[in-house]
Nanobody, 119 residues
Framework: QVQLVESGGGLVQPGGSLRLSCAAS????????MGWYRQAPGNERELVAAVTRAGSTNYADSVKDRFTISRDRTKNTVYLQIHSLKPEDTAVYYC?????????????WGQGTQVTVSS
């Protein structure tokens, strides 16, 4: 089992910045990938950013140039730096870990952190 704990959400004005953190109970550099997803009311959960074990990253088109995913090996933590926040970025942000345990690929989720962008 892997536990993921997100933090860093809050209420921010449009144009502001936030850094979300996801602390994992395991060695994140051994995971297949880690990602950040978000879910707004009435919408499906969507991938916003991901990083593979090798360090490759990908982003949703709607967040490119504004969101940056990064990892800290010493803290087993993945970050999502968000700039130029827009009201449409308002959502619960979830951390995801994709890893293989005993030959079985599994996904784990954090509890989510709320990001609200409003003036």
């Amino acid at each position: 089992q892997v536990q993921l704990v997100e933090s860093g959400g809050g209420l921010v004005q449009p144009g502001g910045s936030l850094r979300l953190s996801c602390a994992a109970s395991g060695s994140i550099f051994s995971f297949n990938a880690m990602g950040w997803y978000r879910q707004a009311p009435g919408n499906e959960r969507e991938l916003v950013a991901a990083v593979t074990r090798a360090g490759s990253t990908n982003y949703a088109d709607s967040v490119k140039d504004r969101f940056t995913i990064s990892r800290d090996r010493t803290k087993n933590t993945v970050y999502l730096q968000i700039h130029s926040l827009k009201p449409e970025d308002t959502a619960v942000y979830y951390c995801n870990a994709d890893l293989t345990l005993s030959g079985v690929r599994r996904n784990f989720w954090g509890q989510g952190t709320q990001v609200t962008v409003s003036s």
